[in-house]
């Protein structure tokens, strides 16, 4: 029987995605941090060095750990006032419905805290429940995880139940790669379940305009025909997706399949990342010349996850310097406009 995901380093050399030889040396990568690699993705990779094998793929380079480098970059256990919740925003909190994922992707920053543990246990989801209907300021829930979609829709229909009974609770977002990396997931089952009250989002990672295969497309299809709002949210990283035309490629396809590019994070500083971060300057960059080549519907806003838990903040080329009584503006084309401010009373 064919395997669902590959998850071993036997199951990579099984697959030939990696040489026989090389797995001596991967072998303390798969201790440290786990693999898993869906049939949809393997079959998706052209070859060994692509933009897929990369994201997914084990490399020797994840054994080098940079005294920066944080075991939760994020700050998600900082602000967690119950098992499962992060509170950082005064009005959204985010809950790991499970620790599971699809793809176990080499970048990811909880990438030590998902695995094989399943959904959050009753106990805990109770208490992160009874956390947000105590705090009437949260009118937004962020489900993730792991991904949430790795959850039956009986187990996503109970719980959007639960959150619709909560009267201030007006948004669920959804952060998951499954309409990519597992797209059949995405039955008719799901999306009903998606679709209960209250308001739902979905918000689709993904990197690289070779994960949209002909199936995720049918699964955006899917999704935006039942009327649930489609963002994105990619990463910046190098060597797969650290230039415009790729990033332009990526977001023309999703704006083709009514999926909004909404975030482009910087490389957060995971344990064993550092070879996929580039710098801030290029990522600036890389921004300004997207300004001139895409709409505005189809540039995300380039953020930083502030290490320790502080927070999103844009972090995208700077247009407006002050200069003189008024300011120096920067088109486009990188031309230079000044401009006054109107004389206030």
Sequence with gaps: MKKRS???????????????????????????FRIRLTNAMHTAIT??????????????????????????????????PTPGLTHRYPDRVI??????????????FRREAVGEEGALPDADLTAALAYIAATPAITEVILTGGDPLVLSPRRLAALMQRLAAIPHVEIVRFHTRVPVVAPARITAEMVRALRAR?????????????????????????????????????????????DAATLETLFRTLLRHRVTPYYLHHC?????????????????????????????IGIPTYVLDIP??????????????????????????????????????
Aim: proline share 8%.
């Design 95 to 108: 809950l790991a419905a499970t620790h599971t994922c699809e793809v176990y992707c080499r970048f990811c």
């Design 47 to 80: 070859g060994p060095d692509d933009a897929i094998a990369r994201q997914f793929l084990p490399n020797t380079a994840e054994l080098t750990i940079r005294p920066e480098e944080l075991h939760d970059p994020i700050g998600d256990a900082t602000y967690s």
């Design 308 to 345: 320790g838990g502080f927070g999103k903040v844009p972090i995208g080329p700077g247009y407006v310097q002050p200069s003189g009584d008024g300011y120096q503006i920067t088109d486009w084309q990188g031309r230079l406009h000044s401009y006054r401010d109107p004389e206030t009373p």
């Design 268 to 296: 957060d500083l995971a344990r064993g990342t550092s070879h996929f971060r580039t710098t801030i300057a290029a990522g600036q960059a890389i921004m300004a010349a997207l300004r001139g080549r895409l709409s505005g």
């Design 6 to 32: 590959l998850s071993q380093i036997s199951d990579l050399v099984a697959a030939g995605l990696v040489p026989a030889d090389a797995a001596p040396a991967l072998a303390p990568v798969a201790e440290a």
């Design 198 to 242: 209250p308001t739902t989002y979905l918000v689709l990672h993904t990197n690289h305009a070779q994960e949209i295969t002909p199936a995720a497309q049918a699964a955006l299809a899917q999704l935006a025909d039942a009327g649930i709002p489609l963002l994105s949210q990619s990463v910046l990283l190098r060597g797969i997706n650290d």
